[in-house]
Nanobody, 127 residues
Framework: VQLVESGGGLVQAGGSLRLSCAAS????????MGWFRQAPGKEREFVAA????????YYADSLKGRFTISRDNAKNTVYLQMNSLKPEDTAVYYC?????????????????????WGQGTQVTVSS
């Protein structure tokens, strides 16, 4: 599975961005897609996740209400709509694909659950 993110850029605080992640290759093996981010000097952290089957979506508690994950199964694309952006949202955003199903709400919140990763897209929020 190959993943390509797009949509990052520079935005002022309070603005919005929509990131896209296009999947190709053995996409049928993908069960869920997740978004993570990594700021300079910090560990990679979970942002949001969703299964392709239309099951529950998951969000980092601190981002719920500002970020929304969605999917277009026909296009094999996952989106991350980010609203009311803050300077602390500045990071490289990565999408990832998991090939293992789990009913645990915590499973898709951890990076090791994912088998494929995109190259990342930079999001910079200016104050």
């Amino acid at each position: 599975v190959q993943l390509v993110e797009s949509g990052g850029g520079l935005v002022q605080a309070g603005g919005s961005l929509r990131l896209s992640c296009a999947a190709s290759g053995r996409t049928f093996s993908s069960i869920a897609m997740g978004w993570f981010r990594q700021a300079p000097g910090k560990e990679r952290e979970f942002v949001a996740a969703a299964t392709w089957s239309g099951g529950p979506t998951y969000y980092a508690d601190s981002l719920k209400g500002r970020f929304t994950i969605s999917r277009d199964n026909a296009k094999n694309t996952v989106y991350l709509q980010m609203n009311s952006l803050k300077p602390e949202d500045t990071a490289v955003y990565y999408c990832a694909a998991a090939t293992t199903y789990s009913s645990s709400s915590g499973y898709y919140r951890i990076a090791v659950s994912y088998d494929y990763w995109g190259q990342g897209t930079q999001v910079t929020v200016s104050s």
